[in-house]
Structures are given as structure tokens and as C-alpha cells.
């Protein structure tokens, strides 16, 4: 790919829904659903970050060169397994569990502030899904990746709702935890991606904002849907 290429936002004809919020505000729940309703492609960029700071793990990378040169050439590519839905695969391999695991998730945040990670990347998610609708969600996707997308939408919930709901989650692939710390890593993690000089964690001027807070998640899912029926109603053809 050239590099004039990839610094251009192929956007064409396509509809782009950007969605970001701080961790646990219900943004991929409600992507996938909303991505599954609309046959949209769905992008979850969240992965894309976690599976650079897997493989750094993995081999002990610690340099920004480094872990830049990692994140431009990782074979991480999502794909829709049968009845499982989307699935992350790091050179073929189903890494989408570990993904998911809590370190690999404080590591994400770190190399997530890395400019050289932030550029690599930027590149693999406004070439994703070629030129199909997309909603994708993370921190930047309606400030730096979609700047231009055609909805922006800025989901948040309490700190103390987003702990819970996170301690429900571990309870139920039974963890035991303790919820005091879960709030504490959620805060740190939320000062960190709003704090950094890359790309922080920050709503779109553009943006609508939905504060899941007491929203199920039927009704959060119903709240963003409605919104894109309308913008792709709205949309000349
Ligand atoms: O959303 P998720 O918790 O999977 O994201 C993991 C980390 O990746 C976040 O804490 C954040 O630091 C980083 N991230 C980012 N930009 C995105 C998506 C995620 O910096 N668009």
C-alpha cells in the first residue's frame, strides 16, 4: 500500500457510524447488535490495540519503534465464525479470549499512547471493511479514524455502573473479584486514554451523546439504532 494511499480516508459512498466511550459503557454490545440489525460491517478497535499489547507480551517488545513495527505488520484479522459472531485471529490462530484478558486490556491502554502504534493503526481501520457500512467502535473513531463519518455517537455510563457491570461479567465466567479494585483499574484506565497527548479519550464536537447509566441494554441498543434508521433515511442515494 502506498503511503499517500494510506493516509487517505477511503470514505466513497459507504455509511460510517463511529462510536466511542471510556471501557465498559456498552460499546460493543451495542455495535455488534446495531451492526447485525443494519447488516453493517463492525469494527471493534478496542482488539486491534489489545492484540498488539498480546503479542508484545508475547515477546517481550517494549520499544515504540518496536512495538510500531508490531503493529504495522501483525496478521490480526477479524472474522465471523457460524454462530459465534466475530472473532479475532492473530496469524490464524483464535485469540479472541485472550484478548479479553484484564492485563492484556492495561497493556492496550499503554502501547494505545505510542504514536508510532497509533499510525500504524490508524491505516488498518480506515482501510477496514473496503466499501461496505461500517460501524466501528473505540476512543478516536469520530475525532481521528472517521472524522467525516456520517454518525457520531458518544456512549458513556458512571464509573460505579461500568464497575459493575464489569464484575458481573467476571462473576459469570466465574471470577471471584472484588469490585473496589475493578472501579479503581476502570478509573486509572479511563484517566489514562483521556489523558494522553495522542488521540485521548474525547467526544466529537459532532457528536450525540447517550449515557447508558440507567439504559438496559435493549434499550441502549434501541437508543443508537433509531438514530442510524434515521441518518440512513435521511442520506441522499
Ligand atoms: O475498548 P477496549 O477496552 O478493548 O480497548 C483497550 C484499550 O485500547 C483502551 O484502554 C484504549 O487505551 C485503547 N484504545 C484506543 N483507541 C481505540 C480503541 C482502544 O486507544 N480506538
Redesign the pocket.
Known amino acids: 500500500m502506498s503511503g499517500a494511499l494510506s493516509e487517505q480516508i477511503v470514505k466513497g459512498d459507504r455509511f460510517v457510524v463511529a462510536v466511542d466511550g471510556p ?1 465498559g459503557a456498552g460499546k460493543g454490545a451495542v455495535c455488534r447488535a446495531v451492526a447485525s440489525r443494519f447488516a453493517f460491517s463492525y469494527l471493534d ?3 486491534i ?2 492484540a498488539v499489547a498480546l503479542l508484545s507480551l508475547q515477546k517481550n517488545i517494549e520499544s515504540d519503534q518496536e512495538l510500531g513495527e508490531l503493529a504495522a505488520s501483525m496478521p490480526f484479522e477479524f472474522r465471523q465464525v457460524e454462530g459465534v459472531g466475530f472473532r479475532g485471529f492473530l496469524a490464524g490462530e483464535d485469540v479472541s479470549d485472550a484478548l479479553r484478558e484484564e492485563q492484556v ?1 492495561r497493556k ?2 499503554h502501547v ?1 499512547a505510542v504514536p508510532q502504534v497509533r499510525a500504524a493503526l490508524l491505516t488498518f481501520q480506515r482501510h477496514y471493511g473496503g466499501d461496505k457500512n461500517i460501524i466501528l467502535d ?4 469520530g475525532t481521528v479514524v472517521w472524522p467525516d463519518a456520517d454518525l457520531k455517537v458518544f456512549l458513556t455510563a458512571s464509573l460505579e455502573e461500568r464497575a459493575k457491570r464489569r464484575a458481573l461479567e467476571l462473576q459469570g465466567k466465574g471470577e471471584t473479584v472484588s469490585f473496589q479494585k475493578i472501579r479503581d483499574m476502570i478509573a486509572r ?1 479511563d484517566a489514562r ?1 483521556a489523558g494522553r497527548t495522542h488521540a485521548p479519550l474525547a467526544a466529537a464536537a459532532d457528536a450525540q451523546h447517550v449515557d447508558t447509566t440507567r439504559l438496559t441494554l435493549d434499550q441502549s441498543i434501541d437508543c443508537v439504532a433509531k438514530m442510524v434508521d434515521k441518518m440512513v433515511g435521511n442520506k441522499p442515494r
Open positions: 471501557a478497535t478496542g482488539s490495540y489489545r486490556g492496550a491502554s494505545a473505540g476512543r478516536d473513531t484506565r486514554d
